[in-house]
């Protein structure tokens, strides 16, 4: 198929130029980028089993990253940082996930960094602030509001429903 868009491009290219030309090259073109959409979009509804092995690994990955001191010696984990040990782009990580999911990798690792707060609060006489910088934050503050935010409780009320 796109064998042929081109050699209708470079059919077009070489006839002689009318007032429909640029109409026809831009449809040609047009066409070539929707089914090039149209593969990259059904790779990921063809590869459910190397999918899920990403997925597996890149869960893998944020655990170990959220249950070491990884976060408070760099901060919270971008998407790049996340993709780059899976010998995937950024972008191609985020929309395997977005399709097999439902949730972009940033979603991923705010649930992943709640629930390790969670656990935290939960199990450990750490400060609020102790766990907000343990977790990769600068500010405890943004801790605070991600947490709130995403449960709809701030984490000392979370802290304090374990009393």
Known sequence: MIIGI????GAE???AIDQISQDV????VELLLNYSKRFYTRQFITRKTGSSDLLVRFDSLLSEYFNGDQPSLTGLPTVAQLASP???SPHYLSDMLRTTTGQNTQQHIHEKLIERAKELLSISNLSISEIAYKLGFEHPQS???MFKKKTNVSPLDFRNSFS
């Open 143 to 145: 801790f605070n509001r």
């Open 6 to 9: 081109f050699e209708n491009i």
């Open 13 to 15: 290219l070489e006839s």
């Open 86 to 88: 899976l010998n995937v």
């Open 25 to 28: 090259l831009v449809s040609q």
